[in-house]
């Protein structure tokens, strides 16, 4: 299978570094093999080969911040735009790992559409695209026969997707609820073991969870972009951020937090999504609820169905593992079953 | 998609109501319809019909008893064995929902296997047969570009085997442990509320989540065959009962759970696979891992990843609406993908 990649940031780099290191493995137990033949980046330049790129080298020149240093090579071509990697015609799929937009979700949402009328599959772990044109995108690789996957875009590489859309496709999901931003389930967490919220911040932007704008993460419009796919996804209904209820942990002071445990309860920011909308809201939940019982930076959904009463998956949330791992899987899925959408 | 099924308990009464329901959906949704043709049970009779049989009389016969009352039809074969069902040519999948006996797995592994033979897939709830031969019948299915799949097999509807085969396909599974027999975990939730191990196997038995001889459950057995089950589909190990360390529940008394709460730990039957063995055991855990949290007749299961981590899945163990819904998972990823195994 023959990759197009936007953006190589930590997620694109934990992806090819799983191909590199894992080549053998999944040639031998699922038949699968891949070459990234293109990579597209805003920071470190372009890279194009039509008979693949060498990972090594790739990872070595994106760790010194600048693919100039990737090796000169027959065939290769530098700066080339996305969508002259797209005429090209040797690729496969587009791999969308661009930094994810909320407002526009472009430039990577037209990338998205040129990819799937050239007849490429699309697998993404940028939520943008997926948030804000679910349906268009949808309908567009249905009416070519592709395949539009986006595991990486909530909870990283724990299968949320594939556990809702296809593993109880028999079911009717009636309503999802989780802890789906791993930034602020550790600052609760953190402050839970004595933290002031500001301290519990302050570990989390440390550690690399949070960053130094951490508003995206703590004001909920993170979790907020992943409930909108799940709408999409679970509902068939695309939402929009202005239909959401959106607040985030904030406002959470050690005092609310003392006071719930007090009550035998436990805060956690709980993204909802039903068939009439949805909502990110820090929420007290009862210590025997499975959610309450997920700390530190893991994430967790619970599942309603009409059959099955609830399930729930708890994971990783986050990492460049994690994520490239998430997008094999789709990759996989794509090579299990080409023409399903 | 035509069906024969083998038992037409409460499992397979389940999932006749299911295809009776959800007819409409299931064509709107997943492009998906399948007739029953083909019924063999041990104490109800048989009956045959290539065009289909019709699902609501089935049911009320079912209930009623015996399949006398199943009204006549032209066309209708009453009393067929179940090899000449297979041999009549009109099935695409045979639905195995026999009770499960892991010391020999026949009946139904001789009919899975000519099953496989004359090109039909294969889905099954009872254990046995994947318990005891799934080298065999894989590596048969495989030459003959067949499936077979067994969902319904451990934790009933919760898709446990999707997630750990399907949806982690490009993660290895370094081992897996969980609560995967409802009925155990049940009488040690009602233990922790202050009942005796015997008024709460009295109790489980009252509503049906224990049988009259319970030793099947309590003894460990049944956590065990899935452990075999498990040991195949995630490592490829075909191991035997006597290979695994088993013990139940059947040990434990009111002070040996009042002694893990004083630690702050809680008993659980923990069923768990690794490349190299299995175990059932009754085991102490920490109050804040996310399977000390999973009360009742609730089953979960932690898998470790090499590069994602734990992931748990938590949901139902049990239930004949929820084992219906594995049998159809399995009937819709056969359709998703008709030649994978």
């Known amino acids: 299978m023959k990759l197009i990649l936007i953006g190589f940031g930590v997620v694109g780099q934990g992806f090819a570094q799983i191909l590199r290191d894992k080549a053998a493995e999944l040639l031998r137990e699922e038949n699968f093999s891949a ?20 990972l090594q080298s790739l990872l070595e020149a994106a760790q010194a911040g600048s693919f100039a240093s990737y090796p000169e090579q027959d065939g290769l071509i530098r700066g080339l735009e996305v969508d002259e990697m797209i005429a090209a015609g040797d690729a496969d799929a587009l ?10 979700a472009q430039p990577a949402l037209d990338f998205c559409r040129r990819a799937l009328d050239a007849g490429l599959h699309l697998v993404l772990a940028n ?4 948030a804000l044109d679910y349906a268009g995108l949808k309908s567009k690789a249905r009416a070519k026969g592709l395949q539009m996957r986006y595991e990486a875009t909530v909870m990283a590489g724990t299968p949320t997707i594939q556990l809702a859309v296809d593993a109880l496709a028999g079911c009717q999901i009636l309503s999802a609820r989780g802890i789906l931003n791993g930034t602020t389930n550790y600052i609760l967490t953190r402050m839970e073991a004595g933290l002031s919220y500001d301290e519990a911040l302050s570990e989390a932007q440390a550690l690399g969870y949070a960053e130094s704008d951490p508003s995206g993460d703590v004001e909920g419009w993170d979790a907020a ?48 999504a039903r068939p009439d909308g949805g909502a990110v809201k820090a929420t007290r939940l009862p210590l025997d609820e499975p959610l309450a019982g997920v ?24 990492g460049p ?21």
């Open 95 to 104: 791999v969308e790992m661009s930094p994810t937009n909320l407002e526009t």
């Open 295 to 318: 700390g530190g930076s893991t994430n967790a959904i619970s599942l309603k169905t009409d059959l099955m009463g609830d399930i729930t998956l708890i994971g990783a949330g986050a």
């Open 225 to 272: 972009g992943k409930v909108l796919i799940l709408a999409n996804a679970l509902f068939g209904r695309s939402l929009a951020l202005d239909d959401l209820d959106v607040s985030g942990i904030t406002e959470i002071t050690a005092a609310d937090i003392a006071e719930a445990r007090a009550a035998g309860q436990r805060y956690k920011l709980i993204a909802s």
């Open 321 to 341: 593992l994690e994520t490239g791992c998430a997008i094999l899987s789709d990759l996989l899925a794509i090579q299990r079953m080409p023409s399903a959408t």
């Open 35 to 54: 070459q990234i033949i293109g990579v597209a980046t805003a920071s470190k330049g372009a890279l194009y080969h039509a008979a693949g790129l060498e």
């Open 127 to 130: 939520k943008g695209p997926v």
